[in-house]
């Protein structure tokens, strides 16, 4: 009876100490993620207009440390449909964090891959998309991927759209 009074006693002191460092629920199956993983689909079939259904429309919007309002990153990624061709996310992985403090963030981890339309060259970067949430609107995104190749795409694609 002892050894099972100092096993419970153990068990409760353990679980206490777990709810110290909980910090959240992690999910990859609930709503917030699947919608997640269509937004990424619209974008990789080249329009990504259906995020107005789910952005804020005072929504903030980062590309590294450029800021965009919701039609500037709408236009924004759409347009990458016009510089590469077969865009990917390669080994993505999307799940949504449902955090103690009441907050709730989507993450989008891959590797993004394309062909430019117009000099050929492959490229493959690692990427990390956060979709930050209040209720059942985004009202925030960052995504950090390494631009050298987007913006030398756009600049070929700028200087062969003037001549």
């Known amino acids: 009876m002892k050894k099972f009074l100092t096993l419970i006693l153990g068990l409760i002191i353990v679980s206490c100490n777990q709810n110290q460092t909980n910090h959240g629920v992690m999910q990859n199956d609930d709503d917030k993620s699947l919608i997640v993983e269509k937004l990424a689909d619209s974008y990789l079939a080249g329009n990504f207009d259906m995020a107005r259904e789910h ?35 390669n080994d993505r992985k999307i799940y949504t964090g449902y955090f103690s403090d009441g907050s709730v963030e989507t993450f989008h981890d891959f590797n993004w891959s394309a062909t430019s339309i117009i000099s ?35 600049a070929l694609f700028q200087e062969t759209n003037n001549n």
């Open 120 to 154: 050929g060259k492959a490229y493959y970067y690692p990427a990390h998309c956060r979709w930050v949430w209040e209720g059942d609107k985004i009202v925030r995104t960052n995504c950090y991927v390494d631009p050298a190749a987007i913006f030398a795409e756009v």
């Open 55 to 89: 952005f804020s429309e005072d929504g903030k919007h980062y590309f590294n440390d450029l800021e965009f309002d919701v039609d500037g990153i709408i236009e924004g990624y759409n347009s990458h449909s016009l510089i590469f061709n077969d865009i990917k996310h």
